[in-house]
């Protein structure tokens, strides 16, 4: 499903974010990429979305070549990857309903699909009863809830989550990894970059350990440290 | 695939959102493009009055109505002949009747006293010399001449009213320019603002995969609208300004020049549409400016 060929990505002042990546991740996988601060692991994720793109190497997505994809079609890419923020990043003047239906709405699906889709997802992450709730209404763990709702609306091939139990404690981020490990079961492959060793420890599955921009662990059923 | 509702939608909350800004938009687009407007009624309106004496004419031989074929072509040949005169046009009957019908269009009364036979032709004259004296000397030589009616002479209220309306032509036009230039600035920072309003949003979009112009469309038609209310404020100063500024010029008793200071339904469309095409315009580019400054993708 992704797959990393000697990707290096450097930022201005000579700044190496990744050297040399490669790595392989099959569909329907669960990676958990570690590592500390400044290791590379948001710039993993960001370079999966092409929100950035490597100075060398390519990146395999679905079977194809994102690096090479023209900008008219990112979007079309995007429409495959669902993103969860450590922030949430919810719409404060939208409901529940609302900041869900607006991922279906802005690629341009119509009444009938929200109408069906925005309440079944909702249902998957346990809101139902609170569609009507505008985000400064829910807890943290609820407005993550929405956060991932909202990603995974649309049915997405990859789900990428950057340090999605950040803002969390501890009780609240298993609610949360347990809903993260149900979309993994319907088949979704998903990245998650994290600090959180005791979620890494819990769920024992692909751990892939960053520093310097190196991979320098990758193991399955791993745990964080 | 665009929903339409959506992008009403997100135009309309956008303009509510900034409406403070929006209003200080509109009223500066509408205020140049007025005076741009202004500028261009003034011009026809002068136009109109000054018709006979555009490109230099400074005397004009008016024939009697019932002038003969030897006496026309005696005076075709003098205006060859002489030295002081550069180039001239002769003006038919029918020509004639049309743009005295043109003149007093709006007095049907004089309309029904007169008809094609009792307009006179005439000779538009330039002169090679537009020296006061020596137009008059030009002129005096067709005087009394057979078939002449009589010569008039543009006369310095004419060359007056066009170098006043020239001048402040260019003030206006000077003006309208500079506001113009304020107002795609304006546009631009408004929708600026807009955009920084709306940045979860615009982060939110690209990431789910919508497209550059699904982005970007509501607020470039933020933009348009701005645009376009400020040509509605620049149309109704228009028609405030025909009706009650040029036409009361033209209603006004004793001042036979004045009688022809109006602008007509065609050229009012005219410059209507040019503030309407304008309008666009600026909203365009200041739209696109912002969101290529702003709405980097």
Same mark, same amino acid.
């Given at each position: ?11 201005k ?13 099959g569909?329907? =996988? ?11 692991k948001?710039?993993?994720?960001r ?7 490597p ?17 008219w079609?990112v979007?079309y890419?995007?429409?495959?990857i ?7 990043k919810?719409?404060?003047k ?10 279906? =709405?802005?690629?341009?699906?119509g ?35 929405v956060?991932?709702a909202?990603?995974?609306v649309n049915?997405?091939l ?6 999605p ?5 501890p ?12 979309i ?5 492959t ?13 769920m024992?599955?692909?751990?892939v =350990?960053l ?15 | ?7 009403l939608?997100?135009t309309?909350?956008n ?9 200080a @938009? ?9 005076? *741009?407007?202004?500028f ?10 000054t ?7 400074e005397l ?8 003969g ?25 029918a ?23 009792g ?10 010399d ?11 030589? *067709? ?11 543009a ?7 066009? +170098?006043?309306? +020239? ?5 206006l036009?000077?003006g309208?320019?500079i ?7 304006l546009?631009? +920072?408004?929708l ?7 940045r @979860? ?9 919508? @497209?550059?112009? *699904? ?8 933009g348009?609208?701005q ?16 009706n ?16 022809? *200071? ?10 209507n549409?040019?503030?309407? $095409? ?11 400016? $912002? ?7």
């Open positions: 499903m992704i797959k990393m060929e000697k990707v290096t990505k450097v930022f002042g000579d700044v190496v974010a990744l050297r040399d990546v490669t790595i392989d991740i569909k329907g =996988e669960f990676v958990f990429l570690v590592g500390p601060s400044g290791s590379g948001s710039t993993f994720i370079l999966l979305n092409r929100e950035d793109v100075e060398h190497g390519r990146i395999f997505v679905a079977g194809r070549d994102i690096g090479r994809l023209s900008g079609r979007p890419l995007r429409r495959n669902g993103y969860v923020f450590q922030d949430y919810l719409l404060q939208k409901t529940v309903a609302e900041n869900v239906a607006f991922a279906l =709405e802005v690629i341009g699906k009444p009938q699909v929200i109408n069906r889709q925005v309440p079944a997802i909702l249902e998957l992450v346990g809101l139902s009863r609170k569609m009507d709730r505008f985000p400064h209404e829910l807890s943290g763990g609820e407005q993550q809830r956060s991932i909202r990603a995974f049915r997405p990859i789900l990428l989550a950057d340090e139990t950040g803002n969390l404690d009780t609240t981020s298993v609610g949360i990894m347990r809903l993260l490990g149900r993994n079961e319907i088949g979704t998903v990245v998650m970059a994290t600090h959180d060793s005791s979620v890494v420890d819990s024992r599955q692909r751990v =350990e520093d310097r921009g190196m991979v320098v662990r990758d193991q399955a059923r791993g745990v964080y440290e | 695939m665009f929903s339409f509702r959506y992008v939608r997100e309309g909350q303009l509510w959102r900034n409406i403070l800004l929006a209003v @938009t509109v009223v500066t687009v509408g205020v140049s493009l007025a005076m *741009f407007g202004g261009m009624l003034f011009q026809v309106a002068v136009d109109s009055a018709a006979r004496w555009q490109d230099g004419v004009i031989v008016w024939m009697n109505t019932d002038v074929t030897d006496e026309d072509a005696s005076v075709r040949n003098q205006l060859d002949e002489s030295p002081g005169v550069e180039r001239w046009e002769y003006v038919d009957r020509q004639s009747y049309e743009e005295f019908k043109e003149f007093f269009e709006d007095t049907p009364e004089v309309l029904e006293i007169f008809t094609a036979e307009v006179p032709p005439y000779f538009r004259v330039v002169p090679t537009p020296d006061p004296d020596v137009v008059e000397e030009l002129g005096s030589q *067709f005087k009394g001449k057979p078939g002449v009616r009589t010569v008039t002479f006369g310095d209220v004419i060359r007056d009213v066009q +170098n006043l309306s +020239n001048r402040a032509g260019r003030v036009f000077i309208s320019i506001l113009l230039g304020a107002s795609t600035l546009i631009l +920072n408004t600026a603002v807009a955009i920084g309003n709306r @979860t949003e615009i982060e939110i979009m690209r990431l789910v995969g919508a @497209t550059k112009w *699904f982005i970007r469309v509501p607020f470039m038609l933020e348009l609208v645009g376009l209310l400020g040509a509605v404020v620049a149309m109704t100063s228009n028609a405030l300004l025909r009650y500024v040029i036409d009361q010029f033209s209603d006004a008793d004793g001042l036979q020049l004045l009688a022809g *200071f109006k602008v007509d339904d065609s050229a009012m469309l005219q410059v549409l040019l503030v309407v $095409a304008i309008a666009v315009g600026v909203a365009v580019i200041g739209s696109n400016l $912002a969101v290529a400054m702003h709405l980097n993708e």
